[in-house]
């Protein structure tokens, strides 16, 4: 604080900061933002031709509130929790970490429990403490599957060799850490490649979801609807990923390039096919997902105070290896029951594929970001919770470990595609 004190204080001596402080008066006995003190003279002094402005920095680390569920609390490393919970329910604990920390815990959660991150991460303990409230319950609502007709002409289109190129481009990344610059310029690149399909296509914008706390940006592509284009239905999965935490290698094939490139592969189908929904489909590439699914918790969020009526949400994580014998496998927990079923009946009806059910926990993946804001949601896996992938959230999270091919991924890509057209009729 000296040094501020005295930085300021010299532009000032100096006159050049006269004007900043016209807006922005520090009092250092009484407290002062440091960053708007700091911003306000350099501006000042920039515009008297007394400085030149720094390009912008990133935003440093700063606290986070954590809710994790109690019982997993004693299986992870006890250094990280030689501090007291800031508030508790029966069954779940807010915790403040410094965000820098993050990374660990979600290591340490997968490592204990097969589960990440498992944790909701916050920038205000104010929207933590909402995670002790029981989540309200989705509206009941009847499925109908009546669209035979759209779905298979869509289904018709849905290619491998797209889903093995959107997942190849992604993976070619350093990593997609929320915080890299390659995690940066992994958003931007699929800003860009959504674009192409909002050529000749007036009803299809894309648009970044900017996120105040770190520089990582979700992706939006909006189909907007022909007839009830507030209702709205969500396909999706995070773009982001990790190895052991950080900055480091990770290509993050299956955890997720494959879920953002079958959902890019669903909206590629309907574009193809002419495809105009009733109601407004988003396909959202979630930032932030591996550190406390921080990207759709302020997406969700931002929906809910806008009052969207969002009828679904289908949440795409991990969907390139097949470690169980049947085909796809529903999260029976923290997700809609009614959604799950009519999921089934659509792979019953559209499908050969063979589908099962287990529970993930806490915080599993984005789709319980939806679930605790009220919407109804799902996510179907490639495999049962004891035998997905084994190389993820490591170097080897290649597509290699798949043989080069997204046969699996073909698989979830065909049943977004029946989801949406069925949904969003």
């Known amino acids: 604080m000296r040094v501020v004190k005295g930085f300021l204080v010299s532009l000032l001596l100096s006159g050049c900061a006269a004007r900043a402080f016209a807006v922005y008066t520090p009092d250092f006995d009484g407290g002062v933002d440091v960053k708007l003190a700091i911003q306000a003279a350099i501006e000042s002094a920039a515009s008297a031709g007394g400085l030149v402005p720094e390009p912008a920095r990133p935003a440093p680390e700063r606290s986070v509130w954590v809710s994790m569920e109690k019982n997993d609390v004693g299986a992870l490393d006890d250094a990280l929790f030689k501090r007291a919970p800031v508030a508790q329910s029966k069954k779940i604990a807010v915790y403040e970490f410094d965000a820098a920390e993050l990374g660990r815990l979600a290591d340490g959660m997968h490592r204990a429990f097969l589960r990440a991150p498992g944790f909701f991460a916050h920038d205000t303990l104010e929207a933590a403490l909402e995670d002790l409230k029981t989540p309200p319950a989705p509206p009941a609502r009847a499925y109908a599957v009546d669209q035979e007709l759209r779905v298979k002409q ?127 489909i988003k396909f959202i590439a979630f930032a932030a997902e591996e550190v406390g699914l921080r990207g759709s918790g302020d997406v969700a969020a931002a929906f809910k105070k806008a009052g969207t009526a969002v009828d679904g949400m289908l949440n795409l994580d991990m969907v390139n290896y097949k470690g169980s014998p049947l085909d796809i496998y529903f999260v029976s927990d923290n997700t809609s029951a009614g959604q799950n079923a009519f999921l089934g009946r659509l792979l019953d009806t559209y499908t050969d594929y063979t589908w099962g059910s287990f529970k993930c926990g806490y915080g599993c993946s984005d789709h319980a970001s939806w679930t605790k804001n009220g919407y109804p949601a799902s996510l179907p896996f490639e495999s049962t919770f004891e035998q997905y992938n084994p190389f993820i959230h490591k170097a080897t999270d290649t597509l290699a470990q798949t043989g080069g091919r997204a046969e699996q991924a073909l698989k979830f890509a065909r049943l977004a595609v029946a989801y949406a057209v069925e949904l969003a009729k």
């Open 154 to 280: 869509a289904l018709a289109l849905v290619k491998e060799d797209s889903i093995v190129s959107a997942i190849a481009s992604l993976s070619a990344f350093r990593n997609r850490y929320y915080r890299s610059a390659t995690g940066v310029d992994a958003s931007k690149w699929l800003q860009r490649e959504w674009g192409k399909f909002a050529q000749n296509r007036p009803d299809i914008s894309v648009a970044p979801f900017k996120h105040a706390a770190f520089p990582q940006e979700s992706v939006i592509l909006t189909m907007r609807g022909t007839t009830e284009p507030d209702k709205v239905i969500v396909i999706g999965g995070h773009l982001d990923c990790v190895a052991g935490g950080g900055d480091n290698p990770a290509p993050g094939a299956d955890d997720n390039a494959s879920g953002v490139a079958v959902t890019q592969e669903v909206i590629r189908a309907l574009v193809e096919a002419g495809y105009k929904p009733a109601k407004t």
